[in-house]
């Protein structure tokens, strides 16, 4: 497809070489997540392309883009401005890269934290992003990866834990997103 073709290319001159290699990875994940659970495998294709197109900006830089378009800037992305990658991203793929559709940006925006009560799309990308093919240094990642075509909400559930358990040990500060995100996925299981 010509638009996946330019995407790819526009894209592999936004990003470093590793960041690029990843960035295929979940493009192909979510294609093949869209495949298994009936989702447009365009649209996860796009959404893959570009969840880390604003990842090679400075953190100056995209607190700026934040500030000129009203975007707003939580205390956790005050500290760690490389969250905004997540938001300033979606913003990028609207008037960088064209993209309209509501579901890719929300994907884009929701992928870093999540979002209480996620799209099937939503999921996708945060799942793939996750597992896609070069990352390695998750616990229990083949675990996670089965998980991922088996179920796709017990996966989402499990590395929302993991996530959680990790930010927690580093002594990270937690946005309140992924707070929320976890929280209502933990209430609609009791
Ligand atoms: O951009 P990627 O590295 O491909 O992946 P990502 O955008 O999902 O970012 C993953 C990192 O973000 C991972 O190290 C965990 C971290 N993260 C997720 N939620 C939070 C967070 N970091 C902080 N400080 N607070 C959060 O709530
Ligand atoms: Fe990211
Ligand atoms: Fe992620
Ligand atoms: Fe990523």
Redesign the pocket.
Known sequence: NQEIIALRKAISKALEEKRYE?TLGVAYTAAALAMRYGQNVHKAQTAGLLH?CA?NLTNEKRVDICRKNNIPINA?EEK?PF?L??KVGSYLAQKKYGISDREILDAITY???GRPDMTVMDKIIYIA?YIEPGRSQAPGLPEVRRLAFTDLDDCLFRILGD?LD??TASK????EA?RQTYDYYKSLRE
């Open positions: 990843h880390d990842k956790a760690n969250l990658h997540a992928h870093t934290t992003d996530t990790y930010l990270m500060e937690i946005d992924t």
